[in-house]
């Protein structure tokens, strides 16, 4: 069975780290991509960043750039996402979710996790 189990969420102060995980399971990190994602209360899924399963590409959204940072171990089967600088705006549900086709903004997704709250809060 194809599962993806995000944790790693928590309270954290403005400025501050959090790294979240992201372990598959039913299949393998070569061939598919992982997006990350984020819903805040009323407003909607925004995708944050996602990295390619040919040969490992990042991309991520402008809000995160320069702060966020996605990667994989593919022995552990865990692609990561690791959040510096962290502000109050990055409060929200984070969710990751196999890209089938299209990237962070539009396309089709699968297997979503149960998501992992990270809130930003002093």
């Known amino acids: 069975q194809e599962q993806l189990v995000e944790s790693g969420g928590g309270l954290v102060q403005p400025g501050g780290s959090l790294r979240l995980s992201c372990a598959v399971s039913?299949?393998?990190?070569?061939?598919?991509?992982i997006g990350w994602f984020r819903q805040a209360p009323g407003k909607e899924r925004e995708g944050v960043s996602c990295?390619?399963?040919?040969?490992?590409?990042?991309f991520y959204a402008d809000s995160v750039k320069g702060r966020f940072i996605i990667s994989r171990d593919k022995g552990k089967k865990t692609v990561y996402l690791q959040m510096n600088n962290l502000k109050p705006e990055d409060t929200g549900i984070y969710y990751c979710?196999?890209?089938?086709?299209?990237?962070?903004?539009?396309?089709?997704?699968?297997?979503w996790g149960q998501g992992t709250q990270v809130t930003v809060s002093s």
């Open positions: 039913g299949f393998t990190l070569d061939y598919h991509t």
């Open positions: 990295i390619a399963s040919e040969d490992g590409s990042t």
């Open positions: 979710a196999r890209i089938l086709w299209g990237d962070l903004t539009q396309g089709d997704y699968d297997s």
